[in-house]
C-alpha cells in the first residue's frame, strides 16, 4: 500500500500532493497543509511537534523564565497562570511549530511583548493573545531570514489592532516601496531594516485602504506573493492585488515592532498558498470564529 501512495505522490504536481495530504491528514492546521516555513501559534497547529509553545518570564524578583505547553489544542492557562501567579508575564520566545526551529526571540525586557497582566491572562475576545505594545516597540525577531531574496511567499495572521491612529512611522508602518500611497497596513511584517532605516518588506497586510481610521477588530489577514504579484486580504475579502517588486535583502523577520495589536497566530510558507487560501483560513476561523 505504501508503494502505491508513494507513485500516487510522484503522479501528482505539488499543488495535487498538498491537496492529498489535506484528504489524508484531517486536524491540525500543518497536518493538512504542511512544508511551512514558520508557525507561531497560542494553539498547537502540528501534531508532529511536542515542544512548548511559548516561553514566559515572570515580572518578580528572580525574573523567572518557565515553557508553557497546551492540553490538547489551546495554550496549557492553568500552567501559565500557576507559574506566573499574580505577577505579569512577558513572551521571551514565541516557538516555531514547523519543525524548523525558527524561533522568536526578545532578550530585552522592556521589548516583550505581555501574555499575563497582573495575574490575569491577556485575552483577545474569547481566546489568548499575545499584547505588542507601540510605546516600548515590544517584537520577537527570528535569528535568520526567513525568505531568500524576493521568493515566493504566504503569511497569514490572527490579529486585532489597538490603535485608530494613523501616524506613519508610530502606530503603523505604511506603504510598501512602489505600493499606491494610501494603502496603509496595521500589522506589518518586515525584515529588519537597511542602512537608510527603511524596513524590508516581508509582505504587509493593509487593515484600509483610504488612509481613513483603522478598524480595531479581530481579524484574519493573509499575503500572498508569487514572484510577481502581492495579493492582499481581510478576512475573506481581498483588499489588493498588485504587481510588487519585494525587497532582495535576506534578513530577520521580526513579529511586532510599532503596532499596537494583539497577535494569536502567525503562519508562513515559503510559496504562494493562494491556491488554499479558503481552506487555510477555514481552519484558522473555524478555531477562532472570527467571521
Given at each position: ?123 483577545d475576545g474569547s481566546k489568548v493573545g499575545v ?27 490572527v490579529y486585532t489592532p489597538l490603535s485608530t ?127
Amino acid at each position: 500500500m505504501k508503494y502505491i501512495i508513494f507513485f500516487l505522490l510522484l503522479s501528482l504536481s505539488a499543488a495535487g500532493q498538498q491537496e492529498f495530504f489535506h484528504a489524508q491528514n484531517k486536524g491540525l492546521l500543518l497536518d493538512e497543509y504542511p512544508n511551512a516555513a514558520a508557525a507561531y501559534s497560542l494553539r498547537r497547529v502540528n501534531s508532529r511537534y511536542t515542544g512548548p509553545l511559548i516561553r514566559v518570564r515572570r515580572d518578580s524578583t528572580g525574573q523567572a523564565e518557565q515553557d508553557i505547553g497546551s492540553i490538547g489544542e489551546a495554550l496549557d492557562t492553568v500552567a501559565l497562570k500557576a507559574f506566573v501567579r499574580n505577577n505579569s508575564g512577558f513572551v521571551t520566545t514565541w516557538y516555531d511549530q514547523s519543525g524548523n526551529a525558527r524561533n522568536a526571540t526578545q532578550t530585552t525586557a522592556a521589548s516583550q511583548p505581555r501574555i499575563v497582566n497582573a495575574g490575569v491572562v491577556e485575552k483577545d475576545g474569547s481566546k489568548v493573545g499575545v499584547r505588542f505594545f507601540r510605546a516600548n516597540n515590544t517584537a520577537l525577531k527570528t535569528a535568520a531570514a526567513l525568505f531568500t531574496g524576493a521568493q515566493a511567499r504566504s503569511v497569514y495572521a490572527v490579529y486585532t489592532p489597538l490603535s485608530t491612529t494613523i501616524n506613519l512611522g508610530n502606530d503603523i508602518w505604511g506603504q510598501q516601496s512602489g505600493s499606491t500611497p494610501g494603502t496603509w497596513c496595521v500589522l506589518q511584517f518586515r525584515q529588519a531594516f537597511g542602512a537608510n532605516g527603511d524596513p524590508y518588506f516581508a509582505g504587509y497586510f493593509a487593515d484600509l485602504t483610504d488612509g481613513s481610521n483603522i478598524t480595531t477588530v479581530k481579524k484574519i489577514a493573509s499575503f500572498f506573493y508569487d514572484g510577481t504579484t502581492a495579493s492582499l486580504y481581510r478576512n475573506s475579502t481581498l483588499v489588493q492585488s498588485a504587481a510588487r517588486a519585494l525587497n532582495t535583502v535576506n534578513v530577520q523577520f521580526t513579529i511586532g515592532g510599532t503596532p499596537e495589536a494583539f497577535i494569536s497566530e502567525i503562519i508562513v510558507y515559503n510559496s504562494s498558498q493562494l491556491t488554499f487560501r479558503n481552506q487555510l483560513i477555514g481552519n484558522i476561523n473555524s478555531y477562532y470564529a472570527i467571521y
